[in-house]
Each structure stands twice: as structure tokens, then as C-alpha cells.
């Protein structure tokens, strides 16, 4: 059988190419039920492709009526709405926890409770998680598939060449800002930077927030939000940013990144340190090209009242737009392609095999989507082909279960993020920024989003 993803990687299917096609899946010419389905975002490596490639075959084995084809894809917040109305996603997408609410208010997700709980796993998952794709009417529609905590990331080659130890990371922020002047200093390269670009800035800005115990959103548990930017947290983690930049000299001359392009930079070795989720060395090794010798992660540093790590994820979903029978197919492929391997040995097993025969990473440091029980269960399943390099992420794996986890605010939360872009950003290229009075500024912005 040809193999869809292989002319991925020839280019033949891209994004642009799907933008043309109608929303829903029809028939292909055999009679087969055409799927389309979210694979890598542009630019993974062949070999990830080679190892969707593989799973594919093995998935349309079991499901012979069903032709299953990839597409690149990689959500990003500015331009997600515009690809939804436009037609131009998979049939099966993922989408971050934070937009799951409003594409869930939006009437934007397929209701899969039934199927959900016909494949009888609904009392399986996490129920902080399962919050995230739960609608106001009870129902589910998606699948809690990836869950993640931020951490610290930093570049151990670039320790050294500091005169620094990657064996022992740094473990507070005052910490962080001696390292990355030092790293500076020494190399010329940025010791530590932060996303600030495409809604990511706040994101981040979220996460150092509820790390130096401050909370950017009040949930007031009647359906009502209270913006609180001004808190403690927010302007410790913009004091601290501002030292690293104008004190510290510590943060290079690029302050425009994003999710994509700071991992680009942080691959190519160019970055000390930085924070994201801990589940990024995937893509840092497969899409990015990073040596994984010289990958290292710990946890955030927290201090403050109520500190905690900020945690997060997406679902794979399936397009309101599509038909019955397509939506049996999507719901197959999500459980077998994003669930079994959770839930099955064999499935596990399968899985982890054709990753590692594709030179993928295998046992990156997660969040457990599912109980603790079952998630402690799948890990020993695939213990013999995890190649990840779990010594050099002990830090992370030793502090993880330590820290408070804190889930990302549901009142307008992307609109909020980008809000905190423009001040992150105005912090890095004013020296004379007024931290309170951009705080401010975008406390009442928020607060009229909120409000609407």
C-alpha cells in the first residue's frame, strides 16, 4: 500500500494543499474512508515521518476500510480561528487545553461522549484533565491525549563553557540570573531568554507568574473572572526578566520568539536557558535537530506564598464539520494512535518499537493524562526502550511530584497572553519601562475581555 506520509515528506501534501479541499472527508475512489489527520509540524525530519509511516500501516491493517492520510500541522493562536472557519485542519486535530473552552463555546468540537464511554475509559483520566474537554452541558468532546509541567531547559555544553556544573542546575531564580550572566559572559550567547511573541510572551510570562506564587486570572466560581496582573508574581517575573536584560547584559539582542523559533535557537545552541514544557525535547530533537547530549532539564524554580508549576496540554478532537462515518473513523484513529498506548501493553509495546526503529524519542518527561496507577503501569511497559536521557532530566524527575501544579486559566486566555506579549516585550526593549503602569494597562484590558 502506498504510504500517504511518505509523499509528505516528498512536500506533495502540505497544509496550503488541504486549504483547497472541503471540510469534510469523503469517500476515496476504492471505497475506503478517507481520514485526515494531523501528523508534524513543517519541517519534522523523515524519519518521524518514516515512524508515522509504520503506524499508519499498522493501524489501516486493522481498519481496512479506512485510508488514513497525514498532514503537516502545528497550531499556533493568531492564525488557529482563521484555519478552522477556513476548512483548512485535519479532520483530526489537536488543539492546547487553553482553547479547548472557547472552541468548546464556539460549538467548534464534535461531542465524543458516547464513544468515549463505549470504549470504557471515561473514569480513567485524570479529572483535572478531563475538565479541559468537558462542556458546560457535561459532555466530553475530545480526548485528553498529552499533558506537560513547565521546566527549565538549559544547554549543558554551554554550562560548561561557562564553568558551570550540569549536574547541578540551578534551583532559585537568583540562581538562574547568575548562570545565565555567567553563560553570557563566557560565550556571548544569550544566558536565558523567554518566548514574547504570538500569545506565547504571556504564556510564559503565566507560567514564571504562578511560579513566584501570583495568579494572573481569579476564577470567582460563579461563572465570573477577575483580572489580577498586578499581582506579586507578574512583577517579580518582569523585575527579574528586566535585570537579566539591562542589569545582567544577559539575554542576547533577539527578543522575538516564539514557541517554534525559541526552540530553534535553543537547538542550535544559542540559548542557556529557558522555560517551557517539559515535554518539548521531543521536538527540540526531532523537529529542531538538537544533539541530546547537550539537552538538560530541572524544574522551574518557585518561591512566594502560594508557588506552583503551571501545567497544560492539548486533546486530539475531531472536526465538527465531518460526517457520521468519518467521525466512527477519527474516533478509531484517536483511540488507537493516541490512547491504547496508555491504556494497552501491547499497544505500548507496538508503539514504542516503531519510534525507536525510527530513531524517535521514547519516554520524555510527561504529565500523566490518565490516574497515576495506569500512568506508572504504561512507564514500566516501555522501560526497555526508553532513550531519552533520563540522567541528564533527574532534576525535573526528582522535583516534579514536589511542586503544586496549577492549571492554566479558562476566562479568555490566549487574548490575555498577547496582551502580556506587548508588556514582556516593552520590558526587553525599553530600559525605562514602568512595570506597574504596563501592568495596569493590561489589567484593565483584561478585565474588559473578561467582562464581555
Known amino acids: 500500500m502506498k504510504s500517504r506520509s511518505k509523499s509528505l515528506i516528498a512536500g506533495v501534501a502540505a497544509l496550503g494543499l488541504v486549504a483547497s479541499l472541503a471540510a469534510c472527508s469523503a469517500g476515496s475512489a476504492s471505497g475506503k474512508t478517507e481520514l485526515r489527520v494531523a501528523t508534524f509540524p513543517p519541517g519534522a525530519d523523515a524519519a518521524a515521518y518514516e515512524a508515522f509511516a509504520t503506524q499508519e500501516a499498522q493501524f489501516e491493517k486493522l481498519n481496512p476500510d479506512i485510508d488514513v492520510i497525514g498532514v503537516e500541522y502545528e497550531w499556533t493562536g493568531p492564525t488557529f480561528a482563521v484555519q478552522l472557519a477556513g476548512g483548512s485542519l485535519p479532520d ?42 468537558t462542556g458546560a452541558d457535561g459532555h466530553l468532546y475530545g480526548f485528553p491525549r498529552q499533558a506537560y509541567a513547565m521546566g527549565l531547559h538549559y544547554n549543558r555544553d554551554l554550562f560548561e563553557q561557562a564553568g558551570l556544573d550540569p549536574d547541578a542546575p540551578p534551583t532559585t531564580w537568583d540562581e538562574v540570573a547568575t548562570a545565565a550572566a555567567a553563560i553570557a559572559e563566557a560565550t556571548g550567547k544569550a544566558g536565558f531568554m523567554t518566548m514574547t511573541t504570538g500569545n506565547t510572551g504571556g504564556w510564559q510570562l503565566t507560567a514564571q507568574t504562578v511560579a513566584h506564587g501570583g495568579r494572573t486570572v481569579i476564577d470567582n466560581g460563579d461563572g465570573t473572572y477577575t483580572a489580577d496582573l498586578q499581582n506579586d508574581g507578574t512583577v517579580a517575573a518582569l ?24 526552540n530553534q535557537e535553543f537547538a542550535a545552541g544559542n540559548i542557556g536557558m529557558y522555560t517551557s514544557g517539559s515535554d518539548v525535547y521531543t521536538a527540540l530533537v526531532r523537529d529542531f535537530g538538537m544533539d541530546p547530549a547537550q539537552y538538560g532539564l530541572t524544574v522551574i524554580p518557585t518561591d512566594g506564598a502560594e508557588p506552583g508549576v503551571l501545567g497544560g496540554g492539548d486533546i486530539a478532537v475531531v472536526s465538527p464539520a465531518v460526517d457520521d462515518t468519518t467521525k466512527a473513523a477519527a474516533v478509531k484513529w484517536i483511540d488507537w494512535y493516541y490512547m491504547q498506548k496508555l491504556l494497552n501493553k501491547d ?58 501544579p496549577v492549571a492554566e486559566s479558562k476566562g479568555k486566555t490566549q487574548e490575555i497572553y498577547a496582551l502580556l506579549d506587548s508588556a514582556i516585550q516593552t520590558v526587553l526593549t525599553d530600559q525605562n519601562a514602568d512595570i506597574e503602569a ?9 478585565q474588559a475581555l473578561l467582562d464581555e
Do not use: C
Not at 488543539?95 to 475509559?121: H, R, S, W
Not at 504596563?438 to 483584561?446: E, F, I, V
Open 347 to 404: 499497544a505500548a509495546i507496538a508503539d514504542a518499537e516503531a519510534l525507536v526503529a525510527a530513531d524517535q524519542a521514547v519516554g520524555t518527561p510527561v504529565l500523566p493524562v490518565l490516574d497515576q496507577a495506569t500512568y506508572e503501569e504504561s512507564r514500566e511497559w516501555i522501560a526497555p526502550f526508553i532513550n531519552v536521557p533520563l540522567d541528564q532530566m533527574s532534576g525535573f524527575f526528582d522535583g516534579i511530584f514536589e511542586q503544586t
Open 438 to 446: 504596563l501592568l495596569a494597562k493590561a489589567n484593565a484590558d483584561a
Open 92 to 133: 483530526v486535530f489537536t488543539v492546547p487545553f487553553t482553547d479547548a473552552k472557547t472552541l468548546l463555546e464556539n460549538g467548534q468540537l464534535m461531542d465524543v461522549t458516547q464513544e468515549i464511554d463505549d470504549l470504557g475509559y471515561s473514569d480513567k483520566f485524570n479529572p483535572i484533565i478531563l475538565d479541559a474537554v
Open 239 to 262: 523585575e527579574f526578566l528586566q535585570r537579566l536584560r539591562w542589569d545582567d547584559n544577559a539575554m542576547g539582542s533577539n527578543f522575538l520568539f516564539d514557541w517554534g523559533s525559541i
